[in-house]
């Protein structure tokens, strides 16, 4: 925790910016408030959240539920960081890595509430698909988490499934 706020670490996420480059925040759940301090220390770089936040699917999952197991935050606090990260206007989130984080029973419903919140969050322009393989294979399979994530977001308008896939991706890391 505040490792990315030290001085040295700052200056180089602000360089990366002056070079017209991104910079990919892979954070903690706890950490997500180091996220958006960041993002106000560097408002010229654009920070791209990994893995909706690593958020850990089981906060969602029936066998959390039971107790079986247990999540590594808590989806409040979670939830609330992931908003303040998204009011940043600097910042985009990738759609990606809660795949590898689910138990042997898990369901699209057990993403469906991380995935929307990121995406309501974030809105259509500032989000990004990552598939995340092949650490995605702790979980499932690639084609796996593709339908699950498709079958999510299947009652969102084409445009923005458009944006999630790929058209974001082309224009923020400058793909041809």
């Known amino acids: 925790a505040g490792y990315c706020l030290a001085d040295e670490y700052v200056r180089s996420v602000q360089l990366l910016g002056e070079m017209g480059l991104s910079f990919d925040m892979c954070l903690r759940p706890n950490d997500l408030a180091d996220g958006a301090k960041l993002a106000d220390k560097c408002p010229n770089t654009r920070l791209i959240l990994d893995h909706c936040g690593n958020a850990d699917p089981k906060a969602w999952m029936a066998a959390a539920r039971r107790g079986d197991q247990k999540p590594d935050h808590e989806v409040e606090t979670w939830k609330k960081s992931i908003a303040e990260i998204a009011q940043r206007k600097n910042t985009l989130c990738k759609i990606s890595g809660i795949i590898a984080r689910v138990t042997k029973e898990w369901s699209v419903d057990d993403l ?43 009652n969102r308008p084409v445009e923005e499934q458009a944006k999630l896939f790929s058209a974001n991706a082309e224009k923020y890391y400058r793909l041809a």
């Open 112 to 154: 469906a509430p991380i995935v929307n919140h990121c995406l309501d969050s974030f809105g259509p322009d500032r989000v990004i698909f990552g598939s995340d393989w092949p650490v995605c294979l702790l979980g499932a399979p690639l084609k796996e988490w593709t339908t699950a994530l498709r079958q999510i977001v299947a």
